[in-house]
C-alpha cells in the first residue's frame, strides 16, 4: 500500500511568520500535486511538480518535488489569514492508470 | 460553465438503506474520481473510470458500486448503509493526456445512523 504523509497535521501560527509543511512516502510518484481545501467546499489545485528537484513558485508560496519524487515541500512566506486551509499534497502513481493518492492533510490556521 | 455538480450536498441514511450519489461534469473530460473524505483526513479513492463504460477499483471500494454509461456522469451507488460510510464524498474529473489537474465538485455529507 502507498502512503504519503503529511507534516506537521496541525499549524496554528501568526501572520507574518513562515512556514513549511512536509509530504513524504517510500513510493517514487510520476508526479505531486498539492492542494488548499476550504471548509465545505472541494480540493482546488495549488501546482503540479513532474521533475525531481523542480522547484514552482505561486507568490509567497513555494513548492519543491524531491530528487528522487519521493517527497515534496510547501513552504509559506509571511502567512496571512487567507492562507488558512487544509492543505493536502497527491502524487500520481506510476502505473500509468492515473491513480492519485492523497496525503493525510495539513491544517494551517494563520491568526491576524 | 458548471464544471462538477453533485447531488444531494447533505444525506442522512439509515443503516441498511442504501442511495446513490449523483455526479455530473460539463467539461467533457474522460477521467472522473470518487473519493470519500473522514473528519481531517486526506481523500481516499473509491473507483474511478477513464470513459464511458469503463470504471476500476481504488483502494476502498467495499460497500460501493459505480457504473458510467456517458461521459458525463459517474453515479456512485451504496448498498446496505453502514456507519462505517458516514464521511463526505468527492467527485473529481481529470481532462486526460498529460495533464494532472482534477476538478472537484462541492462534496456529499453522508450520515449513516
Known amino acids: 500500500t502507498q502512503l504519503l504523509e503529511q507534516s506537521p497535521q496541525f499549524l496554528s501560527i501568526q501572520e507574518g511568520e513562515n512556514l513549511t509543511v512536509y509530504c513524504n512516502s517510500s513510493?517514487?510518484?510520476?508526479?505531486l500535486q498539492w492542494y488548499r481545501q476550504e471548509p465545505g467546499e472541494g480540493p482546488v489545485l495549488l501546482v503540479t511538480v513532474v521533475t525531481g528537484g523542480e522547484v514552482k513558485k505561486l507568490k509567497r508560496l513555494t513548492f519543491q518535488f524531491g530528487d528522487a519524487r519521493k517527497d515534496s515541500s510547501l513552504h509559506i512566506t509571511a502567512a496571512q489569514p487567507g492562507d488558512t486551509g487544509l492543505y493536502l499534497c497527491?502524487?500520481?502513481?506510476?502505473?500509468?492508470?492515473?491513480?492519485?493518492?492523497f496525503g493525510t492533510g495539513t491544517r494551517l490556521k494563520v491568526l491576524a | 460553465n458548471a464544471g462538477v455538480t453533485q447531488t444531494p450536498k447533505f444525506r442522512i441514511l439509515k443503516i441498511g438503506q442504501s442511495m446513490t450519489l449523483q455526479c455530473t461534469q460539463d467539461m467533457n473530460h474522460n477521467y472522473m474520481y470518487w473519493y470519500r473524505q473522514d473528519p481531517g483526513m486526506g481523500l481516499k479513492l473509491i473507483y474511478y473510470s477513464v470513459g464511458a463504460g469503463i470504471t476500476d477499483k481504488g483502494e476502498v471500494p467495499n460497500g460501493y458500486n459505480v457504473s458510467r454509461s456517458t461521459t458525463e456522469d459517474f453515479p456512485l451507488r451504496l448498498e446496505l448503509a453502514a456507519p462505517s460510510q458516514t464521511s463526505v464524498y468527492f467527485c473529481?474529473?481529470?481532462?486526460?493526456?498529460?495533464?494532472?489537474?482534477?476538478?472537484f465538485g462541492p462534496g456529499t455529507r453522508l450520515t449513516v445512523l
Open positions: 497527491a502524487g500520481g502513481l506510476t502505473s500509468g492508470t492515473y491513480k492519485y493518492i
Open positions: 513510493s517514487v510518484f510520476s508526479s
Open positions: 473529481a474529473t481529470r481532462r486526460g493526456g498529460n495533464t494532472d489537474t482534477q476538478y
